[in-house]
């Protein structure tokens, strides 16, 4: 239909976001109509603004409106820690936990031989050259635990090593698992890393 063009095509552009099929971005779409004032014009506006403003901070890759992020510019953050993350969400989730307190460096992905993503195609270069330009003391890799992860985890220590302590987050049983709830790799990893009591 000819008068409804418009909208199903903002449904199609909202249904490729992730997390949404064709039926949320439907309802969302459907939602924010309804809401014209409150919700979709003002969304609209934000949504250029950010298209126009956002920017990748050029010294740790997070996301931001200029082109040194808040975390790389806060003399609040521990200069000597540095957070090796795959990408922005991984960084986002550190922060919404609150509990570091140094500064980030994000990949941009990880190594995969499958994809032809190679070191190059990351920011791992980069990462080499903040360790050896700045006084960084201690690099925490807090990649996922997936086969790509492992790896690229592996091909940074072996570049770092002699440089910088490494160190990782450790793996295993959350918090209030239970362990008839849990995969095999997680079992193991926790088995793997016990300590003593």
């Known amino acids: 239909m000819k008068s409804t063009r418009d909208i199903d095509a903002l449904i199609e552009m909202m249904a490729k976001l992730p997390g949404l099929g064709p039926r949320s971005a439907r309802r969302a779409v459907l939602h924010m109509i309804r809401k014209r004032e409150l919700l979709l014009s003002p969304l609209a ?3 250029q603004q950010v298209a126009v403003t956002a920017r990748e901070c050029l010294n ?3 996301v931001g409106t200029t082109d040194i992020c808040d975390i ?3 003399e609040k953050r521990a200069t000597g820690l540095l957070c090796v993350v795959e990408d922005v969400a991984d960084l986002w989730a550190m922060e919404r936990a609150g509990v570091f307190k140094g500064r980030y460096h994000v990949l941009g992905g990880t190594l995969s031989a499958l994809d032809q993503v ?3 195609q990351l ?3 980069k990462l080499i050259d903040r360790v050896d330009s700045e006084t960084i003391t201690e ?3 807090a990649l996922n635990a997936t086969v790509d992860g492992q790896t690229t985890a592996h091909y940074i220590a072996d570049q770092l090593e002699s440089r910088v302590t490494l160190t990782s987050l450790a793996q295993g049983v ?3 698992g239970e362990l008839d709830y ?3 790799g997680t079992i193991n990893a926790a088995l793997n890393a016990r300590k003593a009591l």
Do not use: H, K, Q, T
């Open 123 to 125: 920011r791992i270069p």
């Open 182 to 184: 849990l995969d095999d």
């Open 139 to 141: 690099v925490i890799l």
């Open 72 to 74: 790389c510019a806060s």
């Open 174 to 176: 959350p918090i209030g």
């Open 45 to 47: 506006d934000l949504m």
């Open 60 to 62: 740790c890759g997070n």
């Open 118 to 120: 190679g070191p190059e």
